[in-house]
């Protein structure tokens, strides 16, 4: 995961392409947490995970802090603030699926929460 989160964004303009399945398995073991979800009416695959996070006001934090990120990035994902916890789900919009992108911001959403958030539960 750390190798992840050292890595820059691409620019997702021009000519990016979705990652080909055995890339997506590859990058799915580099985080672990998170999981592939497939909505079959869209063909869209998106990197999801639920972050349980005892205290509202420390959800909503979190919220913001990845809502910072994604801004930072201009990559942006779907966040659900929830009693107890905060749902998060990164894929790039303009391909309907996954892009290297979405696995870096979900090894530093994963950062954010493991240095920030585990111990404030």
Same mark, same amino acid.
């Given at each position: 995961?750390? $190798?992840?989160?050292? +890595?820059?964004?691409? $620019?997702? =303009?021009?000519?990016?392409?979705?990652?080909?399945?055995?890339?997506?398995?590859? !990058?799915?073991?580099?985080?672990?947490?998170?999981? +592939? =979800?497939?909505?079959?009416?869209?063909? &869209?695959?998106?990197?999801?995970?639920?972050?349980?996070?005892?205290?509202?006001?420390?959800?909503?934090?979190?919220? *913001?802090?990845?809502? &910072?990120? #994604?801004?930072?990035?201009?990559?942006?994902?779907?966040?659900?603030?929830?009693?107890?916890?905060?749902?998060? #789900?990164?894929? /790039?919009? /303009?391909? *309907?699926?996954?892009?290297?992108?979405?696995?870096? !911001?979900?090894?530093? /959403?994963?950062?954010?929460? #493991? #240095?920030?958030?585990?111990? *404030?539960?």
């Amino acid at each position: 995961m750390d $190798e992840l989160t050292q +890595l820059d964004c691409e $620019e997702c =303009a021009g000519k990016i392409k979705l990652l080909c399945p055995s890339e997506v398995i590859s !990058l799915l073991y580099q985080v672990p947490d998170w999981d +592939l =979800a497939i909505k079959v009416e869209e063909e &869209e695959e998106k990197l999801t995970r639920v972050f349980k996070i005892r205290k509202y006001v420390q959800a909503l934090k979190f919220t *913001n802090v990845i809502a &910072e990120l #994604a801004e930072s990035e201009g990559h942006h994902p779907q966040i659900i603030l929830e009693y107890g916890q905060v749902s998060v #789900a990164w894929w /790039t919009h /303009t391909l *309907n699926g996954l892009h290297i992108n979405d696995f870096i !911001l979900a090894a530093r /959403t994963s950062k954010i929460f #493991a #240095a920030d958030y585990v111990l *404030n539960q």
